[in-house]
Nanobody
Framework: VQLVESGGGLAQAGDSLRLSCGGS????????MAWFRQAPGSEREFVAA????????FYADSVKGRFAIGRDNAKKEVWLQMVNLKPDDTAVYYC??????????????????WGRGTQVTVSS
C-alpha cells in the first residue's frame, strides 16, 4: 500500500489550502482514513479522520470549524480542506489508512499505512 500526499506549501495566516492523498489501495472504501501532523520539535498529532463505516468525521479541537476531511472512494482519494490557516498549523501533514474493523481510530497507533508527508508552512 502506498499513500502519497500533495497540496502542501506556503500560506499566510487566514489563507486556505487543500491537501490530497491518493493511495494504491485495493478496496479503498474498506479503509478508515485520517490526517495527522507533526510540527518541528513535537510529536505527531491527530488532525482529522473519516470513518469507512458510516462516513462520520472527527477532528482535533484545534482544527474544528476550520478543517474538513472528505473522501472519494471511486478515485481512491482523501482530502483535507483547510481554511483560516494559522501559524500554529505549520507542520508536516501525513495521510494514514487502516482497514481494521472497529470504529475509526483517532490515535497514531491505530493506523498501519502512512504517506511520507507534505509540508504546510503558515506565516503570520
Amino acid at each position: 500500500v502506498q499513500l502519497v500526499e500533495s497540496g502542501g506549501g506556503l500560506a499566510q495566516a487566514g489563507d486556505s489550502l487543500r491537501l490530497s492523498c491518493g493511495g494504491s489501495i485495493e478496496s479503498f472504501r474498506t479503509y478508515h482514513m485520517a490526517w495527522f501532523r507533526q510540527a518541528p520539535g513535537s510529536e505527531r498529532e491527530f488532525v482529522a479522520a473519516h470513518s469507512k463505516r458510516d462516513g462520520s468525521t472527527f477532528y482535533a479541537d484545534s482544527v474544528k470549524g476550520r478543517f474538513a476531511i472528505g473522501r472519494d472512494n471511486a478515485k481512491k482519494e482523501v482530502w483535507l480542506q483547510m481554511v483560516n490557516l494559522k501559524p500554529d498549523d505549520t507542520a508536516v501533514y501525513y495521510c494514514a489508512a487502516d482497514a481494521h474493523g472497529g470504529p475509526v481510530g483517532l490515535r497514531e497507533a491505530e493506523y498501519t499505512y502512512w504517506g511520507r508527508g507534505t509540508q504546510v508552512t503558515v506565516s503570520s
